[in-house]
């Protein structure tokens, strides 16, 4: 597996991406309704210039040339996205595009946003729950978790 930058090009496959991840892995922790406002409506364009913002990195995890996960991180240490495919869930890809983020990052310490699914993921890294976090999206409400976790 290659971690690498992401790239303007890579913006279709990370959506595709993205939004059959959350179709799939995350179906056991949200109902179909709260899955479909999480995925919304999103613009390639728009979805492709978030990754290049000033402050913030964006890398991909490929395999055999093909993106099997994607994350970014800003310079602050807000970790923004981490999304891997369904079919590459549990092989590393997570863990290597955050370690990668958190080595490349110099802030003091690293927050999070995380879903259901994702939460125990960020536990075994160290992140804190802090509070129950509710996210109103598309008239339904998403419940996710703010965490945090002090550079050691």
Known sequence: MKIRQMKGEDGAETLRLFQDTVRTVCAGDYSPAQLRAWIGERSLRDWTGSFFTEGRRAL???????????????????????????????????????????????????????????????????????????????????LNFYMRKERG
């Open 60 to 142: 991909v995890a490929e395999e055999d040339g093909k993106i099997v996960g994607f994350a970014d991180m800003t310079e602050d240490g807000y970790f923004d996205r981490l999304y891997v495919h369904k079919n590459f869930q549990r092989r590393g890809a997570a863990t290597a595009l955050a370690d990668e983020l958190e080595r490349g990052c110099a802030a003091p310490a690293f927050t999070v946003y995380a879903s259901i699914t994702a939460r125990a993921f960020f536990e075994k890294r160290g992140y804190a729950l802090l509070r129950e976090n509710a996210v109103l999206r598309g008239g339904e409400t998403l």
